[in-house]
Every structure is written in structure tokens, then in C-alpha cells.
């Protein structure tokens, strides 16, 4: 059974770093794909980041495109989200995903497996 807790998230001030952690567990597949996604209060949830495993090739989501960098570390089991110069449009509940392909998914349905979250909030 795969298990995703996130962590690394809180209050930080507009223009402020970040750095998401997603540690994983049960993760034996050969190739697959983790991802980012966020949730603000009243919005859909949105695709922030992915990355495909074994090319590890990774790629953005609007919201990350000149600010966020996504790593996977697949000794560690760990997945990334390294964000730069915070927004206050960025806060929202963090989640990392898992999909058991490898393949650019973007949407969130085909993702298989989900953390719980974490809180960012970024005020201005």
C-alpha cells in the first residue's frame, strides 16, 4: 500500500521560500508518475508540478513556471517542491500525487494514490 505524507509548509510573507517534502512509502513500481497539485478555499484543485520516473523528466503547471522546481529523489522515496518568490495567490493546501504511469498527466483524476496536505499561506 503506497503511503504519501507531505510536509514543510506554513506562513511565510510574499516573496518568501518554500521547500515541500512528500515522503513516500511502498513505492515499488518501476515507473510511474508523482506530482504537485494544490487547493485554494473555493477553487478546484490545480496542477502545480509533475515528474516521470524512470526519465525523471519533470514539467510545470502555470502556477510553477518561473518559480517552482520539482525533484524526485528516488533512492530517498522523497518527492520535492521547491518554491520561490511566494505569491499570495499561491496559498492553498499542498498535496502530492502518484500515478502508476509514466506519462504527463496533468489531471488530477488519474492519479491513483494522494497525501493528506499541507498548509501554505503566504500573506502580503
Known amino acids: 500500500q503506497v503511503q504519501l505524507v507531505e510536509s514543510g509548509g506554513g506562513l511565510v510573507q510574499a516573496g518568501s521560500s518554500l521547500r515541500l517534502s512528500c515522503a513516500s512509502s511502498?513505492?515499488?513500481?518501476?515507473?510511474?508518475?508523482m506530482a504537485w497539485f494544490r487547493q485554494a478555499p473555493g477553487k478546484e484543485r490545480e496542477f502545480v508540478a509533475g515528474?516521470?520516473?524512470?526519465?525523471?523528466?519533470?514539467w510545470n503547471g502555470d502556477p510553477a513556471k518561473g518559480r517552482f522546481t520539482i525533484a524526485n529523489d528516488n533512492v530517498q522515496g522523497t518527492l520535492y517542491l521547491q518554491m520561490n518568490r511566494l505569491r499570495p495567490e499561491d496559498t492553498g493546501v499542498y498535496y502530492c500525487?502518484?500515478?502508476?504511469?509514466?506519462?504527463?498527466?496533468?489531471?488530477?483524476?488519474?492519479?491513483?494514490?494522494w497525501g493528506q496536505g499541507t498548509q501554505v499561506t503566504v500573506s502580503s
Open positions: 500525487a502518484l500515478a502508476r504511469v509514466a506519462a504527463r498527466i496533468s489531471n488530477s483524476m488519474e492519479y491513483d494514490y
Open positions: 511502498g513505492r515499488t513500481f518501476s515507473s510511474y508518475t
Open positions: 515528474i516521470r520516473w524512470p526519465d525523471n523528466s519533470p
